[in-house]
């Protein structure tokens, strides 16, 4: 293989493994500073344990998350060298102030969190949590309005061959910068709920604990809940804005080959890529990809056909990718709705096959944000920044793939063993629970 | 003003930034085993710097993210043609990160012995990586308009594996005077002794660097053009006998905030003698990679410098305030605390 399809592979690779974690630590960081500052507040020690039980799981994660950072930054150098000369002036400056006004909050304030139980008040311990959760959530958002302006560049003219930048505002309040972040932090909420809700519902079967994972239930449906619907109707916009700045994406995303009219949406599809057409097409619902896409049942929805077929996107990933995430959001609302109804009935106990299932579906959430970064990374496709440089042009000159053979390998490898010792942790301490009742508080004697 | 020449130095500010705070952090991490001769011992020389540093490592993120915003062709030019030194200085950070963080969540000395084995890596690697990645930009690279295209074993010449053990050297002296300042007892002294003992070959690897800088790099040059430039590498001689004087007396905070300003004294001095070259080129200078014309277009520049101007003094604000919060010695009544979670 040559360089170029290695480096996609290889940040494709690197940043879908880092993408494991990212989504927990979003909505896991809130959870925990939220489960502290009810302890702060009602002084009631199980918020403690719990503060403490999933803090722990909450680490783990976060650690993964981190260290695997930093490769996606290094690369854009490394293996995107034509990429970084020709867009720098534009897409480096929300990466320098995700490092200085996000990145260093939560590291910094991850390391109080850890280590200043002793030496930090029990109101000063909690707020630490809730800079972390800002500082991830901030870290987020000039990520993803950098990905943003690679979907649909903005505040720019072309000069010295290259992108420049002229207006920061449009940057930082372009529209699809922001819907892409708030669609993918309820995602990461989505992410923690289902983890915690799944979590609890295994020790809820197994009898172990109930006050405590009764209560993290609770509030985890409430957040799964009210995320889900965050995720699905932020993805209904955000949806609608692709279909007009990305309208070959939208095209993929359904499958559509032919420029219409009043689409319909039919609910099974089986493109067929080579053919430029569906093997199958059923149960359609009049009208409704024109009304998603354009608020409008009479809508023209273009199709596939209207772009030179160099400009298309990969069709059958995009359009599976699509279809998957958009059913399991849907699942994902029906599914925390039951979660709370149950809970708030106390009725837990009488639906275990309910709960078992939840313990399975703490992948799926995981597996939608993977869906959906294919949606927007392979639909963005063949450009790497939409209609102004193709993937194929970015990839630096000066490296071999030898070289880019090698790093694949080892970041395969490193990665693995990442992954295999990160669930060995999680389980391991998922399995042992939370510390027994009666153990003492640690920062209730602190004067700092 | 001058937008590129503030850039510059405040890509040098970054950079010493990252080296005077990870330094000592890589420095104890290199040392965990030699100075901590119990589990005690080592998790009292972990937990010294546990709380600090995820703050001192972001310094690198933030030095690689001004790159790419302040000069896009030199971050793309330098981080693609030292792409296996880059690729390995990840790969230590990520085994060292994971290792500091997951250790204490096994009981089973196998698996400290494994996460010791990879902080001792994953310190080291990136100590000398980073003194031969520096060594090759003071040096220049046979380059072409790509950028550096040649074999891995190229960068590995003489002068810049030389500036791999400065760095080594320098960030082992940094993290024993910080163990010596953050612990008590026997390893307390220990950590000292370390770090007297490593002065004599410290001093010989700064003054084998100034003379390879004189026969392999163009650093000196401007010092002869502008000799107010000479301060600081006067004043970064004069903080390396400041440790030595400082250790005799055993006044470890005296000795590390002296250590700590040798190093930023030292990336002063070398940035002082880098400019206007962001990466010189050995073969056509046609080629080199200068602050003219690797820079961002003013109006970027702009932007980010009032980006820096806000959210680097509060970085420093709350980071001080961090440091402030672990002040003291660790007391043995406090190792195990990261254990608690």
Partial sequence: ?448 | MDYPLVWFALLGVLWAAYFATDGFDLGAGMLLSTLGKTEKEKQAILESFGPLWNGNEVWLVTAGGATFAAFPAAYAVIFSSFYIPLLLVLFALIVRGVALEFREKLESPAWQAACDAGILFGSALPAFLFGVFFGNIFRGLPMDERGFSGPFMELLNPYALLVGVLFCVLFLVHGALWIALKTEGALSARAGDFARRFWIPLMAAVILFVVGSGYNSRLPVAFFQNGVLLIFPVLTLAALFAIKVHLQRSSYLKAFAASGLSILLLMASCFAGLYPDLLPSRTDPAFSVTVSNAASGVYTLKVMTIVAAIFVPLIIFYQSWAYRVFRGRISPEEIGESSYL
Wanted: with cysteine.
């Fill in chain 1, 1 to 448: 293989m040559d360089v170029l399809s290695l480096s996609r592979l290889q940040f494709a690779m690197t940043a879908g493994f880092h993408f494991l974690f990212v989504p927990l630590t979003l909505g896991l960081t809130v959870l925990v500073a939220f489960m502290e500052s009810r302890y702060v507040s009602t002084g009631n020690p199980l918020y403690l344990r719990m503060t403490r039980f999933w803090g722990k799981l909450f680490l783990i994660n976060f650690a993964i998350g981190l260290v695997t950072g930093l490769t996606l930054e290094f690369q854009f150098g490394m293996n995107w060298a034509a990429y970084s000369r020709f867009v720098g002036d534009i897409f480096g400056s929300p990466l320098a102030i995700e490092a200085t006004a996000a990145f260093f909050l939560e590291s910094v304030f991850i390391g109080l969190w850890i280590f200043g139980w002793k030496r930090l008040s029990p109101r000063m311990h909690a707020f630490s949590m809730w800079m972390v959760a800002l500082g991830t959530n901030l870290s987020a958002l000039w990520i993803l309005l950098a990905n943003g302006w690679m979907q649909h560049p903005v505040g720019y003219v072309l000069r010295n061959s290259r992108a420049e930048m002229v207006d920061f505002t449009a940057l930082v309040t372009s529209s699809y910068g922001w819907l892409k972040f708030l669609h993918t932090i309820s995602a990461g909420y989505v992410t923690a709920a289902f983890f915690v809700l799944g979590i609890s519902a295994w020790h809820i079967l197994k009898g172990r604990e109930l006050p405590l994972f009764k209560a993290s239930f609770r509030m985890a449906a409430v957040f799964g809940l009210v995320s889900s619907l965050g995720v699905v109707g932020i993805g209904d916009f955000h949806g609608a804005e692709v279909g007009h700045v990305q309208p070959a994406k939208l095209a993929a995303m359904e499958a559509l080959w032919d420029t219409q009219s009043s689409v319909p949406l039919y609910l099974f599809i089986i493109p067929d890529d080579k053919n430029e057409r569906n093997r199958v097409e059923a149960i359609g619902i009049p009208y409704l990809v024109s009304l998603l896409a354009y608020r409008d049942i009479h809508a023209e929805v273009k199709g596939l056909k209207e772009f030179p077929k160099e400009d298309r996107p990969p069709v059958s990933e995009v359009f599976y990718g699509f279809r998957f995430m958009v059913y399991l959001g849907g699942l994902f609302i029906l599914l925390s709705a039951a979660a709370l109804y149950l809970s708030v009935r106390n009725r837990l106990e009488t639906f275990p096959g309910f709960l078992r299932l939840l313990v399975f579906c703490i992948p799926l959430p995981y597996l939608a944000s993977q869906a959906g970064w294919i949606v927007a990374e392979v639909g963005r496709q063949p450009w790497i920044v939409y209609g102004l440089m193709r993937t194929r042009d970015a990839v630096s000159p000066n490296i071999a793939g030898s070289q880019v053979m090698f790093s694949l390998i080892g970041f395969g490898l490193l990665y693995s063993l990442l992954l295999i010792v990160g669930l060995y942790l999680m389980i391991y301490h998922i399995r042992k629970g939370p510390d027994p009742a009666g153990t003492p508080a640690p920062n209730t004697t602190s004067s700092t």
